[in-house]
């Protein structure tokens, strides 16, 4: 066995992973690797691959949109009608766990606050809670969701906030973790403002 070779193709695979193509012919793979590697002629352009690789990454997209919309409209209405669940003219939802009495942020302050994000499925995607430090940052330089909400929550506060995709990261998703569409809950705990 060659080594290099060897590698080369577990990088390729590794990465064609991690984009989440994973569902590929192996023998053609092959020969589209082959057919470049030994200049043949292409079974088809360069120009028509990349016209099916995105239409491939659009269908994903949009199957993944399908489910992680459904299941978002699923729980916002069932947790629209929970005891303390506040829902904004957005579309947010909030519920006070505690209610803080200090100053509200507005969008030009810069805040420290303790969070702990989770998708739907209770995976935990970031937590300040779990790294035992505290955030800081200003209103305006977060997501949509989080900006609205820290603009109701007094210093001292603590919510759980329940973050509909279009206030989140909508259709670009963000890092591993939050695919498209993907709705956010989040605990925060507004500490206080710089």
């Given at each position: 066995?060659?080594?290099?070779?060897?590698?080369?193709?577990?990088?390729?695979?590794?990465?064609?992973?991690?984009?989440?193509?994973?569902?590929?012919?192996?023998?053609?793979?092959?020969?589209?690797?082959?057919?470049?590697?030994?200049?043949?002629?292409?079974?088809?352009?360069?120009?028509?691959?990349?016209?099916?690789i995105?239409?491939?990454?659009?269908?994903?997209?949009?199957?993944?949109?399908?489910?992680?919309?459904?299941?978002?409209?699923?729980?916002?209405?069932?947790?629209?009608?929970?005891?303390?669940?506040?829902?904004?003219?957005?579309?947010?939802?909030?519920?006070?766990?505690?209610?803080?009495?200090?100053?509200?942020?507005?969008?030009?302050?810069?805040?420290?606050?303790?969070?702990?994000?989770?998708?739907?499925?209770?995976?935990?995607?970031?937590?300040?809670?779990n790294?035992?430090?505290?955030?800081?940052?200003?209103?305006?330089?977060?997501?949509?969701?989080?900006?609205?909400?820290?603009?109701?929550?007094?210093?001292?506060?603590?919510?759980?906030?329940?973050?509909?995709?279009?206030?989140?990261?909508?259709?670009?998703?963000?890092?591993?973790?939050?695919?498209?569409?993907?709705?956010?809950?989040?605990?925060?705990?507004?500490?206080?403002?710089?």
């Amino acid at each position: 066995m060659d080594s290099l070779s060897y590698s080369v193709g577990l990088m390729l695979a590794q990465n064609l992973q991690q984009q989440g193509i994973s569902d590929l012919d192996s023998e053609s793979l092959k020969q589209g690797l082959m057919d470049v590697i030994d200049g043949n002629d292409l079974k088809i352009s360069l120009e028509k691959a990349n016209s099916v690789i995105q239409e491939y990454f659009a269908k994903k997209n949009m199957a993944q949109f399908e489910e992680n919309v459904n299941a978002e409209n699923d729980f916002l209405t069932a947790n629209r009608k929970k005891e303390g669940v506040v829902e904004t003219e957005s579309g947010l939802q909030y519920k006070v766990l505690e209610a803080g009495d200090g100053p509200v942020p507005t969008a030009t302050d810069r805040i420290t606050a303790h969070y702990h994000g989770t998708l739907l499925d209770g995976r935990v995607f970031d937590s300040s809670v779990n790294r035992g430090q505290p955030a800081t940052f200003p209103v305006n330089g977060v997501i949509q969701g989080w900006q609205e909400v820290l603009q109701l929550m007094p210093v001292g506060s603590k919510y759980r906030v329940f973050i509909p995709s279009r206030l989140a990261y909508g259709e670009r998703g963000a890092g591993d973790m939050i695919g498209p569409y993907a709705m956010l809950i989040f605990e925060i705990e507004l500490l206080g403002i710089e």
